[in-house]
């Protein structure tokens, strides 16, 4: 009995045994299953919050572009209106001509040739400001350069640049700007202005341009010593002329060579004294004096030594 007894004992020791390794593994699969299920879990909750964060960026970046489009809209539709009202107000129209740089040339003058005048559509002078310029300058020979500018939100300033007065044409009481580039100035006016030279006998021509650059070639104090230039062709010499002088002498000279022989001026002045009279250095350089004395008996002095 005592055996059975123990048999029966390790028997359901055994079994006991069994059944403990049996629940083990069945709770460590279990723990697995529910790792598992946990991880699967934890991975599904993982998908939806990255799809949701997915559907949040979608719904932002759609917002940002309807608001992006909406004040694109309103931009463009108030800079419609803007338009509309800047056209259709006084500020497209144009206020103030003004005219700058001018000395000789009138400005009422430049703004009647420009015929820029208010209440004009702002923008269409701006788009024809070069066929403007170019009137203005193949009208009025003294216009050297024009330049059309801004000067306000809606006012223009025509900036002009005149070609220099260098002489005055003299002609029946009346005195005609001879400008630098040849051109003789239709306007007249009863007196001269400034220290120019009055010119006589001149026209538009070779001869004029010639002296006009032969006398910019002389230096200042000869310049203000001559008072009138005048033109005496001959049959000799086609560009024969006579300078009266302030200091009451003559001179007669040849255009092409007149610069080059009135740089011996002073010095002949020198070499006569007191006397008055005419200096002529066509050719050479002679002197006759106005009233021959007795000491002189008429004859004319020959500087052509003293000119050399």
């Given at each position: ?43 599904s909750d993982e998908k939806s ?76 002078v701006f788009f024809e400001r ?179």
């Open positions: 009995m005592k055996k059975e007894n123990k048999k029966q004992k390790k028997q359901f020791k055994l079994h006991l045994s069994s059944l403990k390794k049996r629940a083990k593994i069945k709770s460590e699969s279990t723990s697995d299953q529910q790792f598992q299920i946990k991880k699967m879990k934890n991975q919050k990255s799809f949701e964060n997915t559907l949040q960026k979608l719904k932002k970046q759609r917002q940002k572009k309807l608001t992006t489009r909406l004040i694109t809209l309103i931009l463009l539709f108030s800079f419609a209106i803007l338009v509309v009202v800047y056209f259709i107000s006084s500020l497209s129209k144009v206020d103030i001509v003004s005219v700058s740089g001018t000395k000789e040339v009138a400005d009422q003058e430049i703004i009647d040739v420009s015929q820029i005048k208010s209440g004009d559509d702002f923008w269409g070069k066929e403007i310029s170019k009137k203005v300058f193949s009208e009025l020979p003294q216009v050297k350069a024009v330049e059309i500018n801004f000067s306000g939100l809606n006012d223009y300033t025509i900036k002009i640049e005149e070609h220099q007065t260098v002489a005055y044409l003299a002609e029946d009481n009346r005195y005609y700007n001879i400008l630098e580039n040849g051109k003789i100035v239709n306007e007249s006016r009863k007196i001269s202005i400034g220290n120019p030279p009055i010119f006589k006998n001149f026209k538009e021509n070779e001869a004029l341009n010639t002296i006009i650059v032969q006398y910019q070639l002389l230096n200042e104090n000869i310049q203000n010593s001559i008072s009138e230039i005048e033109y005496t062709p001959s049959d000799i010499d086609d560009h024969l002329i006579r300078l009266y002088m302030n200091d009451g002498n003559e001179v007669i000279a040849s255009i092409p060579s007149f610069a080059e022989k009135m740089v011996y001026y002073p010095d002949m002045v020198k070499k006569i004294g007191d006397q008055k009279g005419t200096f002529n250095i066509e050719v050479g350089a002679y002197f006759s004096p106005f009233e021959y004395s007795q000491e002189k008996n008429g004859a004319e002095l020959n500087l052509e030594e003293e000119t050399q």
